[in-house]
């Protein structure tokens, strides 16, 4: 696949994809993200994504919601520790509408007051929602235990204390210290001409003033090898391993993605799947992840199963943690493992709209598109060296947190 990547002078970036298809997929990412709010502001990142729908200086909210749906599009919008990314699917002779909009929303929304307190409401729902699934809050639980002290230790949802005082100064604050030209991406992907994208890109975008950076993102704090067991009135444990990894520029993520893969990654034939669901039929659900960040990541383990099978769980858990990292994997286990790897990538590519983001990503971490044939060379020259000593590092006991939500008594 080729990519053209457009630079305006406001330092808006843009990344264009050509492809035979009567839609398209658009997105607007922006560089900024629950790790850049301040204590007492915890999950302004998150409302100003709600809020962007609501009304601009010429649209109304109803403007808003019609300007793509009239004409058959989607419109949505989330945010992340680190990005909030507007997009939107199209026929093919819209994409005018969508950058227009996108425009209007990004620049020009005016947050009313009676919106924000509707939308507040709306949120303060949307955290007892996710309260009332262990299964998902752990995970934010866990990485504000990782992360305690730090940006990437609260739950994008925030508190509802900070919530409830958010005003119009909160969101101005927060948007002038994090949301910069320079740190914008546009990514479409559709059946048009370099050119008559670029002339579409330069109509909307290059009218807005440039914003330089000015924000530095603070050090991440670790907390590591603690054990933490909390109540919840549920029937189940739900319990986390796990241990801070490496970043997007670290050669060694590389690795780390494979060996997820093969430990508890998509997919049922899994190390741990087969070793502990399948094997044992102790837990229905158990995988690993690997979440990567700008400056460190997160290796986790989880798992949900009966109080009496935890122990042996656990167990089992750590007995192929310690194989990976005395006895590493074979060499056929490895070309197997990237063989798989490598079609689950090329697969996910069939999703255009969560290709089209990942490439604007791409723009925003390293200025450029990392494509299929760099991914698939640097899957190829992993060793199986080179996962031993990433198990050994990774896996290091000193360095394994774990947290368990545990039924009441």
Same mark, same amino acid.
């Given at each position: ?5 457009? /630079? ?19 997105? #607007? ?9 301040? +204590? ?38 989330? =945010?992340?520790? &680190? ?6 699917? *199209?026929?093919? +002779?819209?994409?005018? %509408? ?8 990004i620049f020009h929304s005016t947050f009313p007051d009676e919106e924000m307190q509707k ?26 235990? @990782? ?20 005003? /119009?100064?909160? @969101? ?21 001409? #370099? ?7 330069? /109509? ?8 330089? +950076?000015?924000? &530095? ?15 919840? +009135? ?17 050669? /060694? %993520? ?21 070793? *502990?669901? &399948? ?16 400056? =460190? ?58 290709? *089209?983001?990942?490439?604007a990503k791409n723009v925003i971490d390293y200025d450029r598109v990392i494509s299929l ?11 199986a060296a080179d996962v031993l000593a990433i198990a050994q590092d990774v896996f290091d ?13």
């Open positions: 696949m080729e990519y053209e990547i457009i /630079r305006l002078d406001n330092g808006i970036r843009a990344v264009f994809h050509r492809q035979a298809s009567p839609i398209t997929h658009t997105c #607007l990412v922006v560089n900024a993200g629950s790790r850049d709010e301040e +204590p007492g502001r915890f999950g302004v990142a998150h409302f100003i994504e709600h809020l962007l729908f609501k009304q601009t200086e010429r649209r109304s909210m109803q403007q808003i919601l019609n300007h793509l749906e009239a004409v058959g599009g989607d419109l949505n919008a989330y =945010t992340t520790k &680190e990005y909030t990314c507007v997009h939107a699917s *199209i026929l093919r +002779p819209h994409l005018s %509408k969508a950058l227009d909009l996108f425009e209007d929303i939308e507040k409401g709306v949120i303060a729902d949307e955290m007892a929602s996710y309260l009332d699934s262990p299964e998902e809050s752990i995970i934010d639980d866990y990485e504000d235990l @990782i992360y305690k002290g730090s940006g990437l230790g609260h739950n994008i949802l925030g508190l509802e204390k900070d919530l409830m005082a958010f005003d /119009r100064d909160a @969101i101005r604050t927060f948007l002038q210290n994090n949301y910069h030209t320079h740190e914008m991406v546009i990514g479409i992907t559709g059946d048009y001409e #370099l050119k008559a994208v670029e002339k579409l890109l330069r /109509r909307y975008f290059e009218p807005v003033k440039e914003n330089r +950076p000015i924000r &530095e993102r603070g050090q991440v704090v670790l907390s590591l090898n603690e054990h933490i067991e909390m109540t919840k +009135p549920i029937n189940q444990v739900h319990y986390m391993l796990g241990s801070p990894a490496y970043g997007i520029y670290d050669d /060694r %993520k590389t690795g780390l993605l494979l060996l997820n893969n093969m430990l508890g990654g998509f997919g049922m034939s899994s190390i741990l799947n087969l070793s *502990i669901r &399948e094997k044992y039929g102790i837990a229905y659900t158990i995988e690993s992840n690997y979440t990567l960040f700008s400056d =460190t990541g997160l290796f986790t383990i989880y798992f949900g199963t009966d109080d009496e099978k935890v122990k042996r769980a656990k167990k089992l858990v750590f007995r192929e943690l310690d194989k990976l990292k005395t006895k590493g994997v074979s060499e056929s286990q490895l070309v197997k493992a990237k063989h798989k790897f490598k079609g689950q990538i090329a697969l996910a590519e069939e999703n255009r709209m969560s290709m *089209i983001i990942a490439v044939d760099e991914v698939f060379a640097k899957i190829d020259e992993v060793s006991e000193d360095k394994l947190t774990s947290l368990a939500f545990v039924p009441e008594d």
